[in-house]
């Protein structure tokens, strides 16, 4: 599983010019899912980003999280985030989870994230979406489960 995370003032997303989704101060997630991706990899990210000190304290440090600063998330799904880009100048998406698995995950994601008690809002899965945001920063990382350390 893979995950953009911006750090942003505020942000909105639109399905056919309706706003579906948005939220203030907070986090903006972009979510891929995998074939081989399961819950322990959603609860790896969910408890990740809920904990991740990238919200600036009164020193303008890099020391407090999403939940420190009472902050939003708006997760929306990207499957684009699972191409393989390596060969050739098309993008393959085989390793990309197949669309009932895809939204199981992003749907388990977002139930656990809002169980660590940040409040969510979502795009529709699946959906063409126009995602507008003001980066604060800006700040991004991209967190990918397959990168984390083996215990």
């Given at each position: 599983?893979?995950?953009?995370?911006?750090?942003?003032?505020?942000?909105?997303?639109?399905?056919?010019?309706s706003?579906?989704?948005?939220?203030?101060?907070?986090?903006?997630?972009?979510?891929?899912?995998?074939?081989?991706?399961?819950?322990?990899?959603?609860?790896?990210?969910?408890?990740?980003?809920?904990?991740?000190?990238?919200?600036?304290?009164?020193?303008?440090?890099?020391?407090?999280?999403?939940?420190?600063?009472?902050?939003?998330a708006?997760?929306?799904?990207?499957?684009?985030?699972?191409?393989?880009?390596?060969?050739?100048?098309?993008?393959?998406?085989?390793?990309?989870?197949?669309?009932?698995?895809?939204?199981?995950?992003?749907?388990?994601?977002?139930e656990?994230?809002?169980?660590?008690?940040?409040?969510v809002?979502?795009?529709?899965?699946?959906?063409?979406?126009?995602?507008?945001?003001?980066?604060?920063?800006?700040?991004?990382?991209?967190?990918?489960?397959?990168?984390?350390?083996k215990?």
């Amino acid at each position: 599983m893979i995950a953009v995370i911006q750090r942003s003032k505020n942000a909105s997303v639109r399905v056919d010019d309706s706003v579906v989704g948005e939220i203030d101060h907070g986090l903006v997630i972009l979510l891929g899912v995998f074939q081989e991706d399961t819950e322990p990899d959603a609860d790896f990210l969910v408890s990740k980003i809920a904990g991740f000190r990238i919200f600036n304290d009164d020193e303008g440090k890099m020391n407090r999280s999403i939940k420190d600063v009472d902050g939003s998330a708006l997760v929306i799904s990207q499957f684009t985030l699972c191409g393989d880009w390596r060969k050739g100048r098309r993008p393959s998406f085989i390793n990309a989870a197949d669309p009932d698995r895809g939204k199981a995950l992003y749907d388990y994601f977002i139930e656990q994230l809002r169980k660590e008690n940040v409040s969510v809002a979502t795009g529709i899965f699946g959906a063409m979406m126009d995602v507008s945001l003001i980066n604060d920063g800006p700040v991004t990382f991209v967190l990918d489960t397959k990168l984390r350390a083996k215990r």
